[in-house]
């Protein structure tokens, strides 16, 4: 998987924002694989690119990387201080009673494993759990409530209020709400469904960012619509193969 320029959303002198598609890694030791730090140095012909913030390999989404230290300081605090707004849309298996337009915080306390790279929800009190909150809003189902048999799926709106590891997948599904495409934290049902229905990428996408330019000051917005297969009902995506040209 290659970088592509029409994943450029905007670049100055200061900073590069990107589209990361599904499956492309941000950093990674591994040889012979492809990330994105990488293939922004090879595009800038540029030995420095500063990581600003991650997204989990698998998702699709918003980054902004830095291309000076001085852009690179004002971002990273801007990330660090919560100061850098994510939005994210996520396709989930519903596996309990919503309806759309519900909103909800979820406040849970995560603990991280390491050696197996998962995190889970713990009591509060539990060594090292860290308070993690994030916000989500049900935008449209699909599906008919309460008719037995009836699988339903849900897009799904979602504010991050905190930062940890694998956040918005470990808590939606301990909702009850499983992102389909995610074998690592998946229920046995949304795993089933997401294989008979070909999806291959997690439905997760980091779609909005807002954040200020570490020089001008000025207020960023961006968007971008997902690509991957959990979001067809609800985007109505053509593969581009598909397209008529």
């Known amino acids: 998987m290659e970088f592509i320029n029409e994943d450029i959303l905007y670049e100055d002198k200061d900073m590069i924002v990107c589209r990361k598609r599904a499956g492309m890694a941000v950093q990674t030791a591994r040889l012979g694989e492809a990330d994105m ?6 595009y800038l012909k540029a030995p420095y690119i500063a990581v600003i913030h991650r997204l ?23 990330s660090r201080e919560r100061m850098m707004n994510k939005f994210y849309y996520a396709v989930v298996a519903v596996e309990k009673s919503v309806s759309v ?14 050696k197996d790279n998962i995190s889970r929800v713990e009591r ?31 897009l799904v709106r979602v504010e991050l209020r905190t930062g940890r590891h694998h956040q918005i997948r470990v808590q939606l599904a301990h909702a009850g709400m499983p992102i389909l495409g995610d074998a690592k934290y998946g229920s046995e049902k949304s795993r089933d469904y997401s294989s008979r229905n070909y999806i291959k990428n997690i439905g997760l996408c980091a779609y909005g960012m807002e954040f200020i330019h570490p020089v001008t000051g000025k207020g960023m917005e961006f968007q971008i619509s ?6 067809a009902p609800f985007f109505q995506l053509i593969p581009k193969e598909n397209r008529d040209v």
């Not at 730090?37 to 090879?42: D, Q």
């Not at 449209?140 to 009836?150: K, L, V």
């Not at 997902?226 to 979001?231: D, I, K, Q, T």
């Open 37 to 42: 730090e990488t293939a922004l140095k090879n």
């Open 56 to 78: 989990d390999q698998p998702v699709e989404g918003i980054l902004v990387f830095a291309k000076t230290k001085n852009a690179a300081s004002s971002l990273s605090r801007q």
């Open 101 to 114: 337009g519900e909103e909800c915080v979820l406040v849970d306390y995560l603990c991280r494993n390491g």
């Open 124 to 154: 509060a009190d539990k060594k090292d759990a860290k308070r993690a909150e994030l916000s989500y809003k049900i935008i449209n189902m699909t599906g008919t409530a309460g008719r037995e048999g009836e699988e339903r799926t849900a």
């Open 226 to 231: 997902p690509s991957g297969e959990a979001f």
